[in-house]
């Protein structure tokens, strides 16, 4: 996995941004263990629930092509805010869901970054087992 690249890409997605009542601006990517990318930002609208994060854009993205947990390398998500951004809590249910638990997830605003995955992220999430 090439971490910069990756990195690089989210920063493009986040340029993508439409944010004009948070203004925080987040971008997000995914690499495909072939080695493509897929880009998200996030997009908010004047009603606030219909708005959608950038790591579930990218990750969207992603499955709409084709793709799945199985295939997805890594996911970055960036974001302008003074401190690191980390996904909310119904992205993290999403990636529980859309990412292998182990999938190494990069956060980073520019000056500092973290590695983690979503098993770190949502530990004990609720998932199609809790189900049956």
């Known amino acids: 996995m090439n971490k910069d690249e990756l990195l690089k890409n ?12 948070s203004n925080y601006h ?17 997009i ?5 629930p219909v708005g959608v994060c950038g790591e ?9 092509n084709g793709y799945n947990k199985d295939s997805i390398e890594a996911l970055a998500i ?3 805010g003074d401190r690191i951004g980390t996904p909310c809590g119904m992205c993290r249910q999403v990636l529980s869901e859309l990412l292998n638990k182990d999938t190494p997830i ?3 605003n ?7 995955n979503i098993e770190e992220l ?11």
């Open 56 to 64: 579930r854009v990218a990750v969207f993205n992603a499955y709409a």
């Open 44 to 48: 908010e609208n004047a009603a606030y």
């Open 10 to 21: 989210a920063f493009i997605g986040m340029g993508n941004a439409y944010a004009p009542y």
């Open 78 to 80: 960036v974001s302008d």
């Open 106 to 108: 990069i956060l980073s």
């Open 110 to 116: 520019g000056k500092e970054e973290m590695i983690t």
């Open 26 to 42: 987040v971008g997000a990517c995914v690499l495909t263990k072939d080695g493509n990318y897929f880009l998200g930002c996030n």
């Open 122 to 132: 949502l530990p004990y999430s609720f998932s199609s087992e809790d189900l049956d």
